[in-house]
């Protein structure tokens, strides 16, 4: 399996991108079992803390439930 490491901003992107967008087609291909995402403590909280701006969560109905469910390690 193939394991990767993506930056907080590609994650966030694909969240709130549209589906032609790169950044989508990456979280679509995780989704799909392509590979595997490798991440840190450290990273991990840079993205949750991200996703939790209000500039994110508002216009993108980020919720609190889906945060912590697509954030925990497999």
């Known amino acids: 399996m193939i394991r990767a490491i993506l930056d907080t901003n590609v994650i966030v ?3 709130i991108s549209s589906a032609p967008a790169a950044s989508a087609r990456v979280l679509d291909a995780y989704f799909d079992g392509r590979f595997r995402i490798v991440y840190s403590p450290s990273t991990l909280d840079e993205l949750i803390d991200v996703l ?3 500039s994110i969560r508002a216009p993108w109905d980020v919720a609190r439930r889906s945060v912590g469910v697509h954030c925990v390690a497999p």
């Open 13 to 15: 992107q694909s969240v």
């Open 52 to 54: 939790w701006l209000p």
